[in-house]
């Protein structure tokens, strides 16, 4: 009944992390914050990778049907350019076992995230050496709902080099937690008592030209940074939200609508910094297009454009689906009487998308911690 709630919109997102002790990591500035992670880069070509340094097994799933096992999943230092102050901060809720494993984020292959930015900054996104692969390392492609939408047919980047660019034009990629317990990939399996968050607070305040914080796994991540920061978000003009309803959703309770105290003459204070809860990168995230698959990444990347990139969204080919039989404002709880076939734009989007619930028979386990899960996304990066 919790989860109908919230899909309904009568129960905050939020609302499921209410209580929470929140155990916060301090943040420390690295000099060489752009270069990856410090651990070994495995070839995709390995039939069954061994655990990273940022993944470590902890026991076997309580599920007979799962090969999965519950591990200690920790996230990676942020990657923000040395010398390029980030005026934008994308956070995900904790990477994947594909990510932790290739020491990459957002390594999934039909995830859309890396597609989205070479989409948004000119360039594609390269295959790895070795070609793509599972979070087992076995052989996979990408989705061609993906591929047949791309807007540049090259050059195409490898990892290193796409970090590079995202971060030389001002954008900075973290995880709003720092390490907990999950089985699997996605973030209803993860144990919510075991979960420590990244101190954004600390990297904002040494990167204080950052004015934008995006969601990049929807309302579940957004929900978790609510949660370990109330203090930060209750600050008087310290925070506006983006115009859409998920951002609206998880963060009206938290941010206060009264003006911050009126600035003194000749004041440098700085403006607000904008949240914005975006359409879930995750490949996991595809339940409300149902029926009209072709729509899923055409639509995510319109929102990324407007929300995250400042750019207007492109125009969706023709021959696609109207959003009206995609059932992402049946996922709303909206008409469909209200979308317009053929004339959508990327704001209501926005406006009318929210997440999935999880997955029937699998909600709740939170690896196997016993504690329920409500209205979170699932994620797979």
């Given at each position: 009944?919790?989860?109908?709630?919230?899909?309904?919109?009568?129960?905050?997102p939020?609302a499921?992390?209410?209580g929470?002790a929140?155990?916060?990591?301090?943040?420390?500035?690295?000099?060489a914050?752009?270069?990856?992670?410090?651990?070994?880069?495995l070839?995709s070509?390995?039939?069954?990778?061994p655990p990273?340094?940022?993944?470590?097994?902890?026991?076997?799933?309580?599920?007979?049907?799962?090969r999965?096992?519950?591990?200690l999943c920790?996230?990676?230092?942020p990657?923000v350019?040395?010398?390029?102050?980030?005026?934008?901060?994308i956070l995900?809720?904790l990477?994947?076992?594909?990510s932790?494993?290739?020491?990459?984020?957002?390594?999934?292959?039909?995830n859309?995230?890396w597609?989205?930015?070479g989409?948004?900054?000119g360039?594609?996104?390269?295959?790895?050496?070795?070609g793509?692969?599972?979070?087992r390392?076995?052989?996979t492609t990408?989705?061609?709902?993906?591929?047949r939408?791309?807007?540049?047919?090259?050059?195409?980047?490898?990892y290193?080099?796409?970090?590079?660019r995202?971060?030389?034009?001002g954008?900075?990629?973290w995880?709003?937690?720092?390490?907990?317990e999950r089985e699997?990939?996605t973030?209803?399996?993860?144990?919510?008592?075991?979960?420590?968050?990244?101190?954004?607070?600390?990297?904002?305040?040494?990167?204080p030209?950052?004015?934008?914080?995006c969601?990049s796994?929807?309302?579940?991540t957004?929900a978790r940074?609510a949660?370990?920061?109330?203090?930060w978000?209750?600050?008087?003009?310290?925070?506006a939200l983006?115009?859409?309803r998920?951002t609206?959703?998880?963060?009206?309770?938290f941010v206060p609508?009264?003006?911050?105290?009126a600035?003194?003459?000749?004041?440098?204070?700085?403006?607000?910094?904008?949240l914005?809860?975006?359409?879930s990168v995750?490949?996991?995230?595809?339940?409300?297009?149902?029926?009209?698959?072709?729509?899923?990444?055409v639509?995510?990347r319109?929102?990324?454009?407007t929300?995250?990139?400042r750019l207007p969204?492109?125009?969706p080919?023709p021959g696609l689906p109207?959003?009206?039989?995609s059932?992402?404002?049946l996922?709303?709880?909206?008409?469909?009487s209200?979308?317009?076939?053929?004339?959508?734009?990327?704001?209501?989007v926005g406006?009318?998308?929210?997440e999935p619930?999880?997955?029937?028979?699998?909600?709740?386990?939170?690896?196997?911690?016993?504690?329920?899960?409500v209205?979170?996304?699932?994620?797979?990066s």
């Open positions: 009944m919790l989860l109908l709630a919230a899909m309904a919109g009568h129960l905050d939020a499921a992390l209410v929470k929140w155990h916060v990591r301090p943040y420390s500035a690295r000099p914050a752009e270069a990856a992670p410090s651990c070994t880069l070839d070509r390995v039939s069954s990778p990273g340094p940022n993944r470590v097994p902890l026991r076997a799933s309580a599920s007979r049907r799962s999965s096992t519950v591990d920790r996230s990676f230092p990657l350019h040395a010398s390029v102050p980030p005026h934008t901060l995900g809720t990477p994947s076992v594909n932790l494993d290739r020491c990459e984020y957002y390594a999934t292959p039909s859309a995230f597609w989205i930015v989409d948004a900054l360039h594609r996104r390269a295959p790895p050496t070795g793509w692969a599972d979070a390392g076995r052989a990408v989705p061609g709902f993906i591929t939408h791309l807007l540049h047919a090259g050059p195409e980047l490898p290193a080099e796409a970090v590079h995202l971060t030389s034009a954008y900075a990629v995880d709003v937690l720092c390490e907990a699997g990939s973030d209803p399996k993860i144990c919510r008592s075991s979960e420590h968050a990244n101190d954004v607070d600390a990297f904002v305040r040494a990167h030209t950052v004015r934008r914080i969601f796994s929807g309302q579940g957004a940074f949660r370990a920061n109330r203090a978000l209750a600050t008087p003009g310290a925070f983006a115009e859409s998920a609206r959703a998880v963060f009206a309770r609508t009264t003006p911050a105290p600035a003194l003459p000749g004041s440098t204070a700085a403006e607000p910094i904008v914005a809860v975006m359409l995750s490949a996991a995230f595809v339940a409300p297009w149902r029926g009209a698959g072709e729509r899923i990444f639509d995510k319109a929102d990324w454009f929300h995250c990139f969204a492109p125009r080919p109207p959003l009206a039989a059932g992402v404002e996922a709303a709880g909206l008409a469909a209200r979308v317009v076939p053929g004339a959508v734009s990327s704001d209501l406006c009318l998308a929210t619930p999880p997955i029937a028979g699998r909600a709740g386990t939170g690896a196997n911690c016993g504690r329920r899960s209205s979170e996304n699932a994620s797979c």
